[in-house]
């Protein structure tokens, strides 16, 4: 049977007592266990390793697990090592940050009104080819990248550049082809010779699937309980937008590397760190996590997704890799609450149990937490109701908690007094519990 774990709640006193890369491993197999996850996680405090593991499989076809050495594909977490190879090229003075798209591509639309610096934090306006309606029957097919280009530009904008904050993929496809108009180099050569070899990051590159790549882990999607092979992408499309692989041991490379001068000087790294619209700097989002300064990404590509996350005051590190499209974001949070000391749930097996329908009565109405969130009851069930989407059902696993029948591992619990009047009420999600406060 498979195991059921406490809440992970101890008092801030016994911070001492605690055994972190245990607490760590237990959430993290929580997850395998019982939710499913497939991948591999890091996480470093102080340049030690407080947990360094694979879970699920790489290959199931195969039956081969994964390792801590296995190879992910990381999506747009590519975008902070093309925001550097830009400032480089900013520091030897071949680019400038104000130069206009139009010098590299005259004919680009409005490109005389769109700077580097606006591709680089998603300000151009320019729109995104992921966001077009026929993506999908295109993405499988190798095009050229002046055909790829040919595709986004031809797009209106979505706003005047510089005006507002979209994310784009198309703004860091182009900053990789002006990479390589100004270095004379393939952006693979000058990432490799001007990053990767410096920092030893040799398990880190372009991936190409015509190439044998050992320890590479194969993505796969999830379909309810149900896994698919993930579906094809061709990876001209992601280019500099998300299309390199890396390992948790390089990624941590990379991670030290920001804290000196080995890729950027400290200017460039002020540029790229300075927050714009949206939290957004070069590459990067840079935000707090319950008052501790954060600067991260996530990646998103067909059966891959990661989460890299440095806390940078506190010399802490994570990178969460998945291979079945898990929600790493919520994952590679939950282990820095567990580290900062903040109540996790750990993912236990939710059974539903029979309740009396008027109890229902008492959690009705609506609660805030940013987001309004509503609770209706019908037919003697109660429910979670948004305009515009369905309605969820919350089945009982006591008279006070109730989980999302969707099987997204959100949980609300009621505290109530005597009298049965509900005094608080918490919202669980991925084991991040929060407060929400009922406003009607």
Not at 354 to 361: C, E, Q, T
């Amino acid at each position: 049977m498979k195991k059921v774990f406490l809440l992970l709640m101890l008092p801030l006193s016994m911070a001492a007592q605690k055994n972190y890369p245990q607490l760590l491993d237990q959430y993290m197999q929580a997850q395998a266990d019982i939710k499913g996850f497939s991948g591999a996680v890091l996480v470093m405090k102080q340049n030690k390793v407080l947990l360094r593991k694979g879970y699920g499989l790489a290959d199931r076809e195969w039956s081969i697990a994964n390792t801590a050495d296995a190879k992910f594909r990381i999506g747009s977490v590519t975008k902070q090592f093309t925001a550097a190879c830009i400032l480089q090229l900013v520091e030897k003075g071949k680019l400038s940050l104000d130069d206009k798209l139009s010098k590299f591509y005259p004919d680009f639309p409005k490109g005389d009104s769109v700077t580097i610096h606006m591709l680089l934090n998603h300000t151009s306006g320019i729109a995104s080819y992921t966001d077009q309606k026929n993506f999908v029957e295109v993405a499988t097919l190798p095009w050229s990248k002046d055909s790829i280009i040919a595709y986004f530009k031809k797009v209106p904008y979505n706003f005047s550049p510089g005006t507002k904050w979209t994310y784009n993929n198309s703004g860091y496809f182009l900053l990789g082809c002006i990479i390589e108009k100004v270095s004379g180099q393939s952006y693979n050569d000058y990432l490799r010779q001007n990053i990767l070899d410096k920092l030893g990051m040799k398990n880190s590159g372009v991936d190409k699937l015509d190439s044998v790549l050992s320890l590479r882990a194969k993505g796969y999607s999830r379909k309810g309980k149900q896994t698919n092979n993930a579906d094809y992408i061709s990876m001209e499309w992601p280019f500099s937008a998300g299309f390199l692989y890396s390992t948790l041991d390089d990624l941590y490379k990379w991670d030290r590397a920001l804290y000196g001068n080995a890729v950027l000087t400290d200017a460039s790294k002020q540029k790229m760190f300075t927050p714009g619209k949206s939290n957004y700097g070069y590459g990067v989002i840079i935000d707090s996590m319950e008052k501790h300064f954060r600067i991260w990404h996530n990646g998103g590509i067909p059966g891959f997704s990661t989460n890299l996350s440095r806390f940078v005051n506190d010399d802490i590190c994570t990178v969460v890799f998945s291979n079945n499209e898990m929600n790493t974001d919520f994952i590679a949070i939950a282990m820095a609450d567990i580290l900062f000391d903040l109540p996790v749930e750990v993912p236990y097996i939710h059974k539903e149990v029979k309740i009396d329908p008027a109890l229902l009565d008492r959690y009705v109405g609506k609660y805030s937490a940013g987001l309004t969130l509503e609770l209706i009851k019908k037919d003697g069930k109660l429910y979670r109701h948004r305009d515009g989407t369905p309605d969820i059902e919350l089945k009982p696993e006591s008279e006070t908690k109730f989980f999302y029948s969707d099987d997204t591992d959100r949980q609300l619990e009621f505290e109530v007094d005597a009298s049965g009047k509900v005094i608080k009420t918490w919202f669980f999600n991925s084991g991040q519990k929060g407060e929400i406060k009922k406003i009607q």
